[in-house]
Nanobody, 128 residues
Framework: QVQLVESGGGLVQAGGSLRLSCAAS????????MGWFRRAPGKEREFVAT????????YYADSVKGRFTISRDNAENTVYLQMNRLKPDDTANYYC?????????????????????WGQGTQVTVSS
């Protein structure tokens, strides 16, 4: 099994940047599809980005495309989410997630229910 620990959250002004890290232990991140999700107060958990295992295909939510970048460092066994040009609407608790599943449909990678392992989250707050 894999254990996930997020870090890098904080308080930033609109237009600023943060880099979130998801450190994995127990297994290599390359053997899992790794995703980032977020949940704002009073709202449902929302897909942000994912990178598939092995081949490393990347998908982004439309709301973050062009601003966020997901990457994987196999040597450090860590997945990152670089967040640029942050907006107040990006304020949320950000979660790292992992799954061993392989799916035919792209939308399956957007579904939180398809991820088996979760970190505890890191808070991102963007001020106006």
């Amino acid at each position: 099994q894999v254990q996930l620990v997020e870090s890098g959250g904080g308080l930033v002004q609109a237009g600023g940047s943060l880099r979130l890290s998801c450190a994995a232990s127990g297994r290599t991140v390359s053997s899992y599809t790794m995703g980032w999700f977020r949940r704002a107060p009073g709202k449902e958990r929302e897909f942000v980005a994912t990178i598939t295992k092995s081949v490393g295909i990347i998908y982004y939510a439309d709301s973050v495309k062009g601003r966020f970048t997901i990457s994987r460092d196999n040597a450090e066994n860590t997945v990152y989410l670089q967040m640029n040009r942050l907006k107040p609407d990006d304020t949320a608790n950000y979660y790292c997630a992992a799954t061993t599943g392989i799916y035919v449909l792209e939308r399956a990678y957007y579904a939180a229910q398809n991820y088996n392992y979760w970190g505890q989250g890191t808070q991102v707050t963007v001020s106006s």
